[in-house]
């Protein structure tokens, strides 16, 4: 049969690779033992896949990384990235405090209760971090490892993280970032020096509600090894089926995520010259603590696509039963899902979901889709004028 001229990279099903030889079979096994990114025979799919590897490769030409690792969820990957350094002996670990829940959760479950890490939190004070404090709990606890995220959820607290990234290096702490919310577009990590970092791909980079993947990146063949070989070893590796969607889905990424990010931009104006609305947390507001440091970093590619918001009212019920109409009205629109970065708008109640961790009641988080910004800005002035 002759071969089908496609530019598509084929889905391999295979669970195991036809070696052929013990020739090739030696070959294969020895060249197994470095843990090379693309083998030149593949063994098991468990170890390495072709379209997994094949999309692999089109993250890496999206972030400008050496390499990418793909993963059955994102907190596969960051399993990974913070399991790799672990070593025999104490282990001393600093995260900040205002990170997705799930890695808390990890935190507190896995690494203290279960592999007894030690680990301290540095916490944001008035929707920023202090970087002197910062300095101060580093050289006071002397951490081995520094893990924050670049935008934190769900108040959208940018980090000066040129500055972070600096005195972690100075200190020779290994740099671990979270990019999901800022997602390539609008920062590599990576290129000012930090160590490993991670995307949620079920979020923006797949785009669609329809994945579930996470993503490690990196430039140092030593962490892709030691990565390679941990996710064999545990078996988090991705499904050819999804990632080769996921191949699909990244090449409009770009797109969509810029039309996300510029509706967002334009909804965080309008709803913060409402009187219906208390805070407006966005960093391309510039009465937002982290403005500076999002202009810095992002220039002048955008600011994000999540929006957080607070109704106004006299009392702490008056802002809930506003915020609980609100929720109503655009029910008719947009779906309440507990996730973001999807191509539809959707929301999330911030007090129902963090409970006490952020004191906001009548608060509520949008991730908003790449909807022409007129439909969006009628539905929200809508919902607006009816509370």
């Known amino acids: 049969m002759d071969m089908i001229n496609s530019k598509k990279t084929p889905l391999y099903r295979d669970t195991g690779f036809f070696l052929e030889n013990n020739e090739r079979t030696k070959k294969a096994f020895a060249d197994e033992l470095n843990h090379p990114h693309e083998p030149e025979n593949y063994i098991y799919s468990r170890y390495r896949n072709p379209t997994i590897v094949a999309t692999e490769k089109h993250l890496c030409k999206i972030e400008k990384s050496e390499w990418a690792l793909l993963y059955q969820s994102g907190m596969a990957a960051i399993d990974t990235a913070l399991s790799i350094f672990q070593q025999a002996g104490e282990n001393r670990w600093l995260f900040f405090s205002d990170i997705y829940g799930g890695t808390n ?227 008719e629109h947009f779906y309440l899902i507990p996730t973001l970065g999807d191509v539809e708008t959707i929301f999330l109640p911030i007090e129902t979901v963090w409970a006490d961790k952020y004191p906001y009641p009548g608060a509520i988080r949008l991730s908003v889709g790449i909807e022409e910004f007129e439909y969006l800005e009628k539905i929200f002035s809508n919902a607006l004028e009816k509370i």
Request: aromatic share 10%.
């Open 105 to 331: 959760a990890y935190i507190d479950e896995v690494l203290i209760k279960r592999r007894g890490i030690k680990t301290a939190h540095f916490s944001s004070e008035n929707g920023t971090y202090d970087l002197q404090k910062l300095t101060a709990l580093m050289d006071e606890f002397k951490p081995q490892l520094l893990y924050f995220e670049l935008v934190s959820n769900p108040m959208l607290i940018v980090a000066n993280a040129k500055r972070i990234i600096n005195e972690a290096k100075k200190r020779e702490i290994i740099v671990v970032i979270d990019n999901t919310f800022a997602s390539p577009y609008l920062w590599k990590p990576l290129m000012f020096g930090a160590d490993l970092l991670i995307h949620s791909a079920t979020k923006y980079l797949a785009g669609h509600g329809s994945i579930t993947a996470g993503v490690l990146c990196g430039n140092s063949k030593k962490l892709m090894q030691d990565a390679i070989e941990y996710r064999k070893l545990t078996g988090n590796m991705i499904s050819p089926d999804d990632a080769y969607r996921l191949n699909e889905q990244l090449h409009t990424y770009t797109i969509r995520f810029k039309q996300q990010c510029d509706s967002a931009n334009k909804l965080a104006h309008l709803f913060s010259r409402s009187e219906k609305i208390e805070k407006v947390f966005y960093p391309g507001l510039q009465n937002h603590p982290t403005y500076e440091y999002a202009v810095d970093l992002f220039e002048h590619r955008g600011f994000g696509a999540m929006i957080s918001l607070q109704f106004a009212g006299k009392d702490d019920t008056e802002k809930r039963n506003k915020c609980n109409l609100f929720m109503d009205i655009i029910s």
